[in-house]
């Protein structure tokens, strides 16, 4: 049997039903915000992440999916959306066009991880980008999006981790200070600690490893001591503003996230409901990337979120969700055309949905199954009524019915 690849999901009605209602509310709340849906390829050139995301990185490092095309150029699958965002900004040249551009993206990403619960090979995300300010008003516009996203989704016990990384070559020196104040302790790394600790310096401060956590707040150096007069005042004023927006959050040291381009704000939205993978977003200011790839010296900030974890927060990992408004029973396979013919002059009339059994099941059975499709109303058509012109409506929830003149059906549920 050929089965989908580890760390990869067959979404069935039951799972995509809730992620349309998920996406239809996104797109309604990010069109309330003022940012306009962007659609980029699912693969790009190898170079744009590694140029961008960074040689050094696990993503660029060990969790691409990248293949060689025929004509030789090296393509990848994306691994993350912010680099294929700025791509097409800096292509269409979108700072001619106006002076700010906010985008809003949802969509699949691959990366090659370990799969387990809440982490995926094929992932999708939901995310915004606003490019063209560099003020701090901007910040906390996007993590307020963040925060009132999971508030949308009934999603209580979350907290922001907000920090500073500074700008120019801050995040350097501030890594190999870091790099050298852990040397000392490098009895108790293992080998891929070591190596993150030679190469990515920062993403040590990731680690989820208790005596490595203890060893870093113990002896770390604060990347905030290193940051500059503005950007302390750049940070300071975005905390202001969520203050005044009453939105909580933590200033969290020892904050850095994994990718190369952030300076300044980064910040990350937890989930005490998710365990080992607790991260729900993360996001932050990305003020050198578009000139890095070849745009003007525009800034920009944003986040990326996890669907999968949402959904999981949510509780509706298992939520059984197929259902209807109205299913039209009938007893004989004589009068599946006029069942049908009905169920179309319902949904054209009404645009509630409608259903109709093509399995030839049982009076009964169908009733047993209009009520597991928690249907609000059975329509049941029966030979011998109908000869009088009549039907039967079926109220499931009170357990009452109506005789009606076929005639009058639509009217009858328009009065409903
Ligand atoms: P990142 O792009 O790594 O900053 O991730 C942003 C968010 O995407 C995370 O907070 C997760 O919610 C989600 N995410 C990242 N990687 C995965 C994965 N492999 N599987 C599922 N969700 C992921």
Redesign the pocket.
Known sequence: MIKNIK?TKDLLPNATYNLQDIENHLTRFMHLHGYGEIRTPIFESTELFTRSVGENTD?VNK?MYTWEDQNGQSLTLR????ASVARAYIQKQMWKIEPISKYYYIGP?F?R?R?QK????Q???F?VESIGSENPEQDAEVISIAYNIYKMFGIEDISIKINSLGSGNIREIYSNDLKESLSNFKDSFSDSELKRLEQNPLRILDSKNEKIIKIINENAPNIFDYISPTDKKHFESVLNILDTMGIPYVHDNYLV???DYYNQTVF??ISNKLGG?D?????GRYDKLISQLGGEDIPAVG????????IIAMNLENNESTSTDIYIINNEISLNGVSMLLADNIRKNLGVAVYVDTLRRSLKSQLRHSNKMKSKFSIILDAKTLDENTVCIKNMEKNSQDIIDFNNVVSYFESE
């Open positions: 760390g993503i969790e691994p993350e959306m912010t990403l990366r991880e799969p809440g982490r995926l090979r992932f999708h995300q995310g996230r994994g990718l990350e939205v993978q991260a729900l977003c993360g996001g986040f990326a979120a996890g669907m999968e974890r949402l």
